[in-house]
Structure formats: structure tokens, C-alpha cells
């Protein structure tokens, strides 16, 4: 907690603990007199009554920033405007006011950071990186296989490290204090898990559950609807780029926006 003290940052977390959700989704408040909301998380009324009491403590409420739409961030953003009042909530999609990478909302520098949703934005204020699902306090998160999503998440993952963060603040799990190593370590893990898949398709496996045994043998069985959509999205960063063989399986994802 000194780490979140030295940015003036304060972290309410939501009961709504999960093979996802890890210990629950993290809620944010940045500043006071009046204070900003880094996601309101799941509509949870002891948890938004908590939040609204903190951020009461901190002057009320300036501003509202989503990282991005999933329920488990966003859910509960009625429900606290309902308790703090109308302010102005910004978002990619999602919000009265529609943000894009680069430009400056509040105390808050934008950066868009897709691969894990299209929606996905990070925000740097006073050396805090907020980073969603982007990258979590521990383990790895799934990125959704939409067009350029794989090739997205890396470039994201880059421009993350060049940042002159502090502390990373996720969207679940603990606060992250050498912000480098973390997104180096998910940056490696990224690349290892690509370069794992690209010598298991060397070795002739074509099929769905042949490169998940092989390449995500590490992954709880909870979690393996997770790493299916994460092997798409690496399939499809491989035929993106020309470089992948015929005859692999591709899974049909008809709706993962909520996993």
C-alpha cells in the first residue's frame, strides 16, 4: 500500500473472486478533492457502497474511466452514478465520452492497449499505470481473437514498457511495483507461448486440442476455454502474417466477450 500512497492511489476491491476474476476486480480511485474512478467493477451493492464511501472521504467524485466493457469492470457504473452523481465517464465504446489513444481526459493519458477486448485502454496518471485486464497483478490474461488482436496485444505490451510508470495498478490481482519486469515478463511469456505453438505446427499437430495439449499443457482445466481463445488469436497473428500451415483447425468463437 505505500507504493499506491506515493500516487495518492487507493484500491477498493469487488467480492466477485473466480478462475477469472482472481481475487476480485479492482476498483480504483486516483486524487482527491475530487477524486477520479478507474473502473466501477461488477454491480455488486456492497461493493459500489464501499467505493462511493471512499471516494466520498476523498471530496466525491470528479470523473469515470473504463479500461473497458466487461462486466466484471463495468457492470457497476449505473449503480455508482446512482450514488456519486452524473459525471462525465469516459470510454472506447462504452461512457458519455468516447476516448481514443493518446489524448488526455482528466488527470489521465490515454492508451489504447487492445488484444484481451477492442475496447481496452490503459491510463497513466502521476506515475500509475492502470492497465485493466491488459496485464494482471499475477498469472496471464487470454486475448480475444479478433482481427490484428495478437499483433495489437504485443505492440500494446511495447508502448507499456515505454512509459514512465511507477506502479502498475490491474485490473485484478495485487499492485505491481517494478512495472518493467512485469510487462517484460508478459511481453516473454507472449513470445514464448508463439514460438512454442510454431514448433508444435513444425511437429505436424493440426488439430485444436493437439496444440493445447502441447503448447497450453500448463493451463488448470478451468482455464482452458481461456487458452482456446488466446491459440486463436496466435493462429490468426500466424496467417495474418503468411506464416501459417494448411490444414490447422481454426475453433469457431461465436461469443467470448464475457469470459
Known amino acids: 500500500m505505500e507504493a499506491l500512497s506515493a500516487v495518492d492511489v487507493e484500491l477498493v476491491r469487488a467480492g466477485n473472486h473466480g478462475p477469472f476474476t482472481l481475487d476480485g476486480s479492482n476498483s480504483w480511485l486516483v486524487g482527491r478533492d475530487r477524486c477520479w474512478v478507474v473502473d466501477p467493477g461488477p454491480d455488486l451493492e456492497d461493493h459500489l457502497d464501499r467505493l462511493a ?4 472521504r476523498r471530496g466525491g467524485v470528479e470523473g469515470i474511466v473504463l479500461t473497458h466493457g466487461h462486466g466484471d469492470h463495468a457492470d457497476g457504473l449505473s449503480g455508482l452514478l446512482a450514488r456519486v452523481g452524473n459525471v462525465p465517464v469516459g470510454g472506447a465504446e462504452a461512457g458519455s465520452v468516447r476516448l481514443v489513444d493518446g489524448e488526455r481526459f482528466g488527470p489521465f493519458d490515454v492508451v489504447a492497449t487492445p488484444g484481451h477486448a477492442p475496447d481496452s485502454l490503459s491510463f497513466l496518471a502521476g506515475g500509475a499505470l492502470f492497465t485493466g485486464d491488459a496485464v494482471l497483478g499475477h498469472g496471464s490474461v487470454f486475448v480475444a481473437p479478433d482481427p490484428g488482436a495478437m499483433t495489437g496485444y504485443l505492440d500494446a505490451l511495447e508502448r507499456l514498457l515505454e512509459l514512465d510508470a511507477t506502479v502498475l495498478c490491474p485490473g485484478h490481482g495485487p499492485v505491481i511495483t517494478d512495472p518493467q519486469a512485469k510487462l517484460s515478463e508478459y511481453l516473454d511469456h507472449r513470445l514464448d507461448r508463439e ?6 505446427l513444425d511437429d505436424g499437430l493440426r488439430s485444436t486440442d493437439e496444440l493445447l495439449d502441447r503448447v497450453w499443457s500448463d493451463a488448470p482445466s478451468e482455464l482452458r476455454g481461456a487458452a482456446l ?13 503468411g506464416l501459417l500451415p494448411d490444414g490447422v483447425e481454426r475453433p469457431e468463437i461465436p461469443d467470448y466477450g464475457e469470459v
Do not use: N, Y
Request: proline share 0%.
Open 53 to 56: 464511501e471512499a471516494a466520498g
Open 195 to 200: 514460438r512454442r505453438l510454431i514448433a508444435a
Open 229 to 241: 481463445l488466446t491459440l486463436t488469436a496466435h493462429l490468426d497473428r500466424l496467417s495474418e502474417d
